[in-house]
């Protein structure tokens, strides 16, 4: 039996994991994928938001300007990759003035420091790709851009070495409470890689943290009566390369109107550029496909901040969903007036020990850091659960070769020779990064968690090259045939087995 | 030591490009190669139809290869494989040589000078991304030349049932690969009115094959959460856009993309050559030298080229200006040269061609219109042909079709998993099948040389599969 068992493996859950990890606590996040970071948390703008977006008074406003503020410490401690480069919004009529003012005043409001609005000459005059309808601007040097896939992998490797057990490939299909205990049934995807179990078993602990994302409201629903529902709002995007990273070198919001809420133009860490999301409202929650529509939507908007983004070198579309609560219950730690739009975290009335921290949308990766913290509180309040004595709060990535310089380089492949054979070509990628990835506290099964972790396949030719190498190394490592190498879940097998080839 | 030039790449442009500075008396040449072996991507491209500008023969681009690894190691020009270059500079205030940063596992990261360097990276292929393929992003979608590799080099099968986006050489040429490695290639779809690919491949690869090229038609949707499941493909109109209503669905575990190549210049970039957007390569002057001094370049690396023999040509080029500025030192750089990129090919097959009697020759990549008429006597008269070789093919396609077939074979106790193989002269075209069958089912002991006899008398055609690369023991 578990102390905690978190359900959900995404940002929320994994920093969650990370901030219980502290106390003497025997901790389990069931993850239903074959990896951490592989829902919302993968899929977004990669922003930490200033603050000045989310109501006064709200736990989003809150948690948003709080997560901000502690960013930059965990960057350096977890090792993820973080600028602090700022954002602006843009205002492109005089008649929006007053709402940009709106920004500012409730930005001051929540504890947003060095706002500042400027004129449409000034704001071309730090960003000369924006365009000349730009009537003002609101600048806040407090915005940063983070790695979504980094913050999470650390957070998550971080709970694991310091004793949290990460159940991948764990799908939950039942919750049911005996005697103050949760017994949650869990189901192992049959096609796994080394899984610890086989088919449907069962998972205790007295206390649940419910960090589904889109399905927060499945898991809420098999413990509560007062029930709940989360409907995905899609968000599709286009990444472009690195040769257009210097396009803007701020987040470029739109000011949000009667048409919507804009499309933002952002540098990310990895040196690419983003332009997205739209927003659109599915049933699906597994619908992250993009559209021509949607395409054609971000590159009419975007043009509209900025008219010459170099579109032509886009190098792959995706797209998110954001888990949007639409029906809630009252959650007695929610102090917020505005409650309706604002992340539901807290205690279930009627299920004691069953905790939710759900409708997760923006800013939910900003203040990540920050619902883990107040999760914290909470437990503790409950548990008064001791301090570990042994408890490392920090965390040395992988060794970055493309980032480092030519006498670091040197050094890494005196350490491991491996850093001599370079696999992905486009981000520099070796194949030292990539074995210590597989090896790693969370090890990387997937190509895409090894894209998560190392940057291999992320560039131009979108693993075009490195495809079959990273495969031959999953095999070798992972010691599975070439054909059971999955770009993600069970399921996506890249190569043919060779009987069924044949048939 | 300071050598006389650096070559970056061991594809056909940096090999002729060596070869060439060493006919010119340069002595002291280096070719550094990230991959394995020489050769560069010719190595997957097995089938044949290389080299007959350059040898006056039709060779498998193996074979075109192995043809300049023996003369690099005749001229004993010295080369580094697995070695990935990370950095160049050319010459400048700070420095009278090149230098250049590589890296590799026996000698780890090290610092190299020259008085030249010869930049022949090739190319790489667009991907789905930058296509901005709508839909899902499941496994089993692939650039044409991945998919090339994992078969033709991996020994590998990245699906069983295949639709092909682009009409390009390589589409082209992966829609007969996949075939006849036994999977069902439901069409080719190709955005445009016309083929970029050459009108022999339409015929030998698709044509023959019966799989069909639906021109003005383009993937509108993927589908699928984990592996690819299915492809919508819609008509265009003239603007490329999709028409609505004329969305079909294909079933299929695999999407190769063949839809342009984009010269690969990171480095060229890192050099901090200027680049001509035109060509995505870089700017040269007429010594096809970039604005990186004493850094050339050549091969896909500045251009995208239809034919390996323009690469060799040009790259010959390159090794002689580059001669030259070895010997002669810094001068003015002079003015930026715009390359003669030749103008893309636009192929269909006639629609009006009477199939009765009509054909596109396959021999050479002409691709003439032939008409065979049967005169009284039986004889037929050929026209259309521009050389003897369309006579005879026409002749043979009326009374007994022929074709040459590539594939690969199985190798047992080899540094890979497999080699490539041709059969030695033309089959029956109704024996290809049984042919492909056979080599399917035969393995072979390393080591294997080019033109080793692999199988004797494939089924009874009297024809021999020989090996078209070698495949050392471990």
Redesign the interface.
């Known amino acids: 039996m578990y102390d905690v068992i978190i359900i959900g493996a995404g940002v929320i859950g994994s920093s969650i994991a990370r901030y219980l990890s502290k106390y003497r606590l025997n901790i389990a996040v069931l993850e239903r994928s074959s990896d951490v970071c592989e829902g919302t948390s993968k899929a977004n703008s990669g922003i930490c938001h200033a603050g000045y977006d989310a109501k006064t008074g709200t736990l989003k406003a809150k948690l948003n300007v709080r997560g901000s503020k502690i960013m930059e410490g965990l960057s350096k401690d977890l090792g993820f990759g973080y600028i602090r480069c700022g954002s602006m919004v843009l205002c492109f009529d005089e008649a929006d003035r007053g709402k940009l003012n709106e920004l500012y005043e409730r930005g001051l409001a929540n504890g947003v420091e060095e706002l500042k609005i400027l004129t449409g000459d000034e704001a071309r005059e730090i960003e000369p790709n924006l365009s000349s309808e730009v009537k003002y601007a609101l600048h806040a040097p407090t915005g940063a851009i983070v790695d979504p896939f980094g913050l999470t992998v650390a957070m998550a490797e971080n709970a694991a070495v310091n004793g949290v057990s990460f159940k991948l490939n764990t799908e939950v299909t039942a919750i049911k409470k005996e005697n103050d205990i949760y017994k949650i049934t869990c189901k192992k995807h049959p096609d796994a890689v080394h899984p610890d179990h086989t088919g449907e078993y069962v998972e205790e602990a007295p206390i649940v943290i419910n960090a589904a994302g889109v399905y927060g409201d499945k898991i809420h629903n098999m413990v509560s009566g007062e029930k709940i529902e989360i409907s995905p709002k899609r968000g599709e995007y286009?990444?472009l390369d690195t040769?257009a990273g210097s396009f803007v070198g701020r987040t470029i919001f739109q000011l949000p109107t009667e048409k919507g809420k804009g499309i933002l133009i952002t540098p990310t860490v990895h040196g690419n550029l983003l332009v997205g999301p739209t927003a659109e409202d599915i049933e699906d929650k597994?619908d992250?496909?993009?559209?021509?529509a949607?395409?054609a939507e971000i590159k009419e908007k975007a043009s509209l901040s900025a008219p010459a983004v170099p579109f032509r070198e886009?190098?792959?579309?995706?797209s998110g969903l954001r888990a949007k609560l639409v029906k809630r219950t009252h959650v007695d730690n929610l102090e917020s007036e505005d409650a309706d739009k604002d992340f539901l975290i807290g205690e279930v009335p009627d299920s004691k020990g069953f905790f939710d921290a759900v409708g997760i949308e923006s800013p939910g990766l900003s203040a990540a850091p920050a619902v883990a913290e107040y999760i914290e509180k909470l437990i503790c309040a409950k548990l008064a659960p001791a301090l570990k004595e042994d408890f490392k709060e920090k965390r040395e990535p992988i060794p970055n070769f493309k980032c480092a310089d030519?006498n670091a380089?040197?050094k890494f492949?005196?350490n491991d020779?491996?850093y001599?054979?370079?696999i992905c070509?486009?981000c520099?990628v070796t194949e030292g990064e990539i074995v210590r990835a597989i090896h790693s506290p969370i090890p990387a099964t997937t190509s895409d968690a090894i894209k998560r972790r190392t940057g291999a396949g992320m560039g131009?030719?979108?693993?075009?090259?490195c495809?079959?190498k990273v495969v031959?190394i999953l095999s070798r490592e992972l010691g599975i045939p070439?054909?059971a190498v999955?770009?993600?879940?069970?399921?996506?097998?890249?190569?043919?087995p060779?009987k069924?080839?044949?048939s | 030591m300071i050598y006389d030039l650096i070559v970056i790449g061991g594809g056909p442009a940096g090999m002729a490009a060596a070869l060439s500075a060493r006919k010119e008396g340069i002595k002291d040449i280096l070719i550094l190669e990230?991959d394995k072996e020489l050769g560069g991507i010719l190595n997957q491209c097995i089938h044949s139809g290389f080299g007959l500008g350059v040898f006056k023969e039709e060779l498998t681009g193996p074979e075109y290869a192995q043809r300049y690894i023996e003369m690099t190691h005749e001229e004993n020009i010295e080369y580094m494989l697995?070695t990935?270059v990370?950095?160049v500079h050319g010459i400048d205030e700070g420095s009278d040589t090149c230098n250049v940063?590589a890296?590799?596992?026996?000698?780890?990261?090290f610092?190299l000078k020259s008085r030249a360097v010869i930049l022949s990276m090739g190319c790489?292929?667009k991907?789905?991304?930058?296509l901005?393929i709508?839909?899902?992003?499941?496994?089993?979608i692939?650039?044409a030349?991945?998919a090339q590799?994992?078969v033709n080099?991996?020994g590998?099968?990245?699906?069983?049932k295949v639709v092909i986006l682009g009409s390009g050489d390589i589409g082209l040429i992966m829609a007969r690969r996949m075939t006849l490695?036994?999977?069902r290639v439901s069409c080719v779809a190709e955005i445009a009115p016309y083929s970029g690919g050459l009108r022999r491949n339409i015929v030998q690869c698709l044509d023959d094959y019966d799989i069909p090229l639906l021109f003005s038609h383009t993937v509108?949707?993927i589908h699928g959460?984990?592996?690819v499941e299915g492809v919508t493909i819609s008509k265009v109109d003239e603007n490329y856009a999709?028409i609505p209503g004329t969305e079909k669905n294909y079933e299929c575990?695999a999407l190769l993309l063949s839809c342009g190549l984009?010269p690969?210049n990171?480095l060229s970039?890192d050099a901090g050559a200027k680049m001509e957007p035109s060509t995505q390569g870089p700017v040269v002057n007429e010594n096809l030298e970039t604005t990186a001094r004493g850094v050339f370049a050549c091969g896909n690396v500045l251009h995208v080229h239809d034919l390996v023999d323009n690469v060799t040509k040009e790259s010959i080029t390159a090794g002689h200006k580059a001669a030259s500025f070895i010997k002669n030192g810094l001068g003015e750089w002079g003015e930026a040269h715009p390359v003669k990129v030749p103008s893309k090919e636009k192929n269909t097959i006639p629609e009006d061609m009477d199939r009765s009697c009509q054909m596109i020759c396959v021999c050479c990549p002409n691709g003439c219109l032939l008409t065979a008429k049967k005169d009284e006597d039986g004889n037929y008269s050929v026209t259309g042909n521009l050389c003897p070789k369309g006579e005879e093919y026409a002749i043979n396609e009326m009374t007994n079709p022929v074709r040459n077939i590539s594939s690969i074979m199985k190798v047992i106790g080899g540094k890979g998993p497999v080699v490539s193989c041709k059969t030695s002269s033309e089959i029956p075209k109704g024996m290809i099948a049984t042919v492909a069958g056979q080599i399917d089912k035969t393995t072979v002991n390393a080591p294997v040389k080019v033109g080793d006899i692999l199988i004797k008398n494939v089924a009874d055609t009297g024809v021999d599969i020989v090996a078209t690369n070698v495949m050392e023991s471990i």
Do not use: H
């Not at chain 1, 886009?314 to 995706?318: D, K, L």
């Not at chain 1, 131009?460 to 090259?465: A, E, I, K, W, Y």
């Not at chain 2, 590998?156 to 069983?160: F, H, L, N, T, Y």
């Open positions: 286009m990444l040769t597994e992250t496909e993009t559209t021509s949607g395409i886009v190098i792959t579309s995706f030519d380089r040197k492949i005196e020779s491996l001599a054979n370079v070509r486009c520099t131009r030719c979108q693993s075009g090259f495809n079959p031959e070439c054909e999955c770009k993600n879940d069970p399921g996506s097998e890249y190569l043919i060779e069924e080839a044949e | 990230r697995n990935m990370t950095g940063t890296v590799n596992s026996e000698k780890g990261l610092e790489r292929e991907s789905r991304g930058a901005n709508p839909g899902y992003r499941p496994a089993g692939y650039s030349g991945t590799r994992y080099i991996e590998k099968m990245p699906g069983k490695e036994g999977a509108t949707k959460k984990k592996r999709p575990d984009i690969e990171e970039r």
